[in-house]
């Protein structure tokens, strides 16, 4: 049974359920008091004697004993007769309590004190409010006038007004400066001379707006000192009453908080409102400014973040000026990397927005329209397209930064890193024709698919590939073998395989936006000029993104040769390439060729025009529309290796964290760990040193992911439901809802176990695919058979592979064989992968492993 003890007033003990323990007489209390004074020492016996009575009586130490005795029956009520107490010992000429730290009140106290002393003020509040929680009175209180207590009160009274005080100045810290005064108050109403005190409790009122209390305050402060110790304030109450005489600037709970850095914002904020109109049309796009930075904050920031960024488009709208509104939608170029929408409203009224904007600027500047025929909303999931009504969206902020020229961790892919590959029905005209694994093309599609080529060219590049055959060769990615990208300068990139030091083989270079004279790197051949880049790259025919190598895309010809010429032209480009990148990014998940189109156009644009944050931006919207299939891991981890190469050449701080997220899931997927470990420990080392809260959200969640593959099934269920706990309120709905129980589920499944059947597990979106499984755990097999029937595909996202893999379990279980045929057709190009390991997340094991058992099952 464990045992808690209080001394932080009465001394009493408690069981395991909170219930008081009699302890019979004061002297039996007074024994266990002076042991826990011992702090799990020895008290000698005699010591004892001198402790409990003034004169000893001649049978003193066997009442001692008997003392004991009997607290040890209270304390260990289920000690067998005649064993050794656990508890209360006997060592050597005396007792000790063994009692652990955290079950001492007064112990749990300075633990709690002094640990909040190196947190920050939003840390140490709440524990410093835990601790000051546990006084019921004065320390050992029946024992006050005691000679072995007195020291221990006076330490631990003294430890208890530090709390206090600590505590006001953690709230004022925090701007909570009115919950600060009434305990200020009363405690300065028992211990009037601590000028720590009062100087707190003047700050408070004046953040309150009680400036002439505060005065008073300090007045009163003055008259206690001076009458009756006959001292003078000290130096810092002298200051603060200097200070609220002149209203000090500092003493503003704004530019308290922050120090140098809060006053320069709170004076640079004051300006602006000062000096820019308050209809001015530029404060739209200032505020959008601040939302993407807000948005990277996590919780309440990210939620506001989406919500007045649509108010702002719409305001922006209502201006009727379509470039401000594009600049408007297109500067909140945050990075993305969860794959379900945290709000399907919101970006469905985004990508309507962003629309009409591209219609709006075609039809001023002479443009043709990049918008598709017939546009659809994008479809994220609702019912007859292919995914649940209730289906829940995905986060989306992961950082924003400053421009920071560091490497971020123990690899960084070099500029040749490779470029991501378009889905197979629209390779793009830069993928150099190579073989992929088995299992890496698409059911029932002809013809070769093409292999990672490449865009990480040094600085100063061309856009323009050789034609297959004239030049280096390609490196096709294949399967688990899919390449690492690690440093090996920053002129050239290596093509590694898992488990393996030292470059195997250079990759072709591949522009990836620098300035300056052209540069002779990577493969050894001259590079073509940039002014052979651009427009008369696809006037020939080469390699341009978005169109075939012998069929460049017809609509980019026409937009290169309608586009405004002068310095409009690239401004234009650059506006209509981010409206093209937030509708790919923002129709993630859905099954509308107009996403992958508009990513494709933004990454040609982005290339053509030079722009490195551009082309970032535009990787964001390519990752996110290369989910058409299965078994597109190695495409993603290309993507993922040229973001890294690209953000750390320009300090595009966001971007490399995303290329990293990007790169541990798409590692994860082809099983390489290896890699997938470094790529966790530099996007932690990125979100640290950038403040960046919801990038460890990530990869804590891949390290539970890592677990569960590795085998360790007792330690990953533990490690998702500590995962689980970081989501609260982190403000990513899509990611949050429903996903402990689903990595629990395929948990289960890969252990072959029965599905959870909790009545209070909240599935979320995944509860189509989850409730044949939980059916068939309860034993109702037909309607399981049934409920598989209603099963909807799964959206193309990052939980693809995973929730195939359920579908065909469930399948075999029930006979249902159409079903399985279909779930092997899907998951067959992702022979090579872990299923579900590519969302980072959660994970089923190999999908061969699936892909044998529906073979089997269809014999």
């Not at 490497?407 to 992929?436: K, V």
Request: hydrophobic content about 40%; charged content about 25%; overall charge negative.
């Amino acid at each position: 049974m464990r045992v808690g003890f209080g001394v932080l007033g009465p001394v009493v003990a408690w069981d395991a359920d909170g219930h008081a323990i009699a302890l019979k007489g004061p002297r039996h209390r007074a024994v266990l008091a002076r042991l826990i004074v011992a702090r799990r020492r020895v008290v000698p016996v005699s010591r004892l004697v001198d402790d409990l009575w003034t004169e000893p009586p001649p049978a003193a130490v066997g009442a001692v004993r008997t003392f004991v005795a009997a607290l040890r029956r209270a304390l260990e009520p289920q000690r067998p007769p005649r064993t050794p107490a656990r508890l209360l010992v006997t060592e050597g000429p005396g007792y000790a309590l063994r009692a652990d730290v955290d079950t001492v009140d007064a112990w749990r106290f300075e633990q709690d004190v002094s640990a909040a002393a190196t947190l920050p003020p939003d840390g140490a509040l709440p524990r410093l409010e835990q601790a000051l929680s546990r006084w019921r009175g004065p320390a050992y209180a029946e024992f006050a006038d005691e000679d072995w207590a007195r020291g221990e009160r006076s330490r631990l009274a003294e430890l208890r007004l530090h709390a206090v005080e600590r505590q006001a100045e953690a709230r004022l810290a925090l701007g909570r400066a009115a919950e600060a005064v009434p305990d200020l108050e009363a405690h300065l109403a028992e211990h009037p001379w601590r000028e720590s005190a009062w100087r707190a409790l003047a700050l408070a009122l004046y953040r309150t707006g009680r400036q002439g209390d505060a005065l008073a305050v300090l007045r009163r402060a003055r008259t206690l000192l001076v009458e009756q110790l006959g001292v003078d304030p000290g130096p810092e109450l002298r200051r603060l009453e200097t200070d609220i005489l002149g209203q000090a600037p500092h003493l503003d709970p704004a530019t308290a908080r922050g120090g140098a850095a809060a006053q320069v914002w709170a004076e640079a904020a004051a300006a602006y409102d000062r000096t820019v109109a308050s209809g001015a049309r530029t404060r739209l796009e200032s505020t959008v400014g601040l939302l993407r930075d807000l948005s990277m904050t996590g919780g309440g920031g990210l939620r506001t973040a989406r919500q007045q960024r649509v108010a702002a488009v719409a305001a922006a709208e209502e201006l009727g000026d379509p470039e401000l509104t594009a600049r408007v939608i297109g500067s909140y170029d945050v990075p993305a990397i969860w794959t379900r929408l945290d709000d399907p409203e919101q970006a469905a009224s985004i990508v309507a927005a962003a629309e009409r904007t591209l219609a709006a600027l075609a039809a001023g500047l002479g443009a043709p329209d990049d918008r598709a025929p017939a546009v659809e909303p994008p479809d994220h999931g609702a019912p007859g397209h292919g995914a649940p009504a209730h289906q829940t969206p995905g986060p989306e902020a992961l950082g924003h930064g400053a421009p920071a020229h560091e490497t971020p961790g123990p690899e960084a892919p070099g500029p040749g890193a490779p470029n991501h590959a378009a889905p197979d029905h629209a390779a793009p005209a830069h993928e150099a024709p190579g073989p992929e694994a088995p299992g890496h093309e698409a059911p029932g599609q002809g013809g070769p698919s093409h292999a990672a080529t490449g865009h990480g060219a040094p600085d100063h590049e061309t856009h323009d590939l050789e034609p297959p055959g004239q030049g280096a060769p390609s490196h096709a990615a294949t399967g688990h073998g899919a390449p690492d990208h690690e440093a090996t300068g920053r002129g050239a990139s290596r093509h590694e395989a898992p488990g393996h030091e030292g470059p195997a083989h250079e990759a072709p270079g591949r522009g990836t936006l620098g300035h300056g004279a052209p540069e002779r790197a990577v493969t050894g051949h001259e590079l073509p000029s940039r002014r052979t880049s651009g427009y008369a790259a696809v006037a020939r025919g080469s390699s341009v993104p978005g169109g075939d190598l012998d069929a460049p895309d017809h609509s980019t010809l026409s937009t290169l040769r309608h586009a405004p010429r002068g310095e409009a032209a690239p401004r234009h480009e650059a506006v209509r390439a981010r409206l093209l990148a937030t509708i790919a990014v923002e129709s993630r998940g859905g099954r509308s060729e107009r996403g992958r189109q508009a990513a494709r156009q933004a990454e040609e644009i982005a290339r053509r025009l030079d722009d490195p944050a551009l082309l970032a931006f535009a990787l964001n919207g390519v990752f996110m529309q290369t989910f058409d299939r299965a078994g597109l891991a190695p495409r993603r981890d290309a993507t993922g290796a040229e973001l890294i190469a690209l953000s750390e050449r320009h300090g595009l701080v966001a971007f490399e964290v995303l290329g990293h997220l990007i790169r541990l899931q798409a590692r994860s997927a082809l099983a390489d760990f290896a890699s997938a470990d470094r790529h966790a420990t530099a996007a932690d080392r990125l979100g640290e040193r950038h403040e960046r809260p919801l990038v460890s959200v990530f990869t804590e969640w891949y390290r539970a992911l890592r677990l569960a593959a590795t085998g360790q099934a007792a330690e990953a269920e533990a490690a998702y439901r500590d995962a689980a706990t970081r989501l609260d309120g982190a403000g990513m709905p899509g990611l949050a809802h429903g996903l402990l129980p689903l990595a629990l589920l395929c948990l289960r499944v890969e252990q072959g176990r029965p599905a959870p059947t909790d009545a209070d597990l909240d599935w979320g979106p995944y509860a189509p695919w989850a409730r044949p499984l939980v059916m068939l755990a309860q034993d109702h097999r037909t309607e399981a058979a049934a409920a598989l029937r209603t099963v909807p595909e799964p959206p193309r996202d990052l939980l693809l592979e995973a929730l195939w893999c359920l579908t065909g379990r469930a399948a075999i279980a029930v006979g249902d064989r159409e079903t399985m045929a279909r779930a092997r057709a899907a998951l067959a190009p992702a022979a090579a992968e872990l299923a579900g390991a590519g969302s980072g997340l959660l994970t089923l094991g190999p999908v061969s492993r699936h892909l044998a058992d529906l073979t089997d099952a269809l014999r």
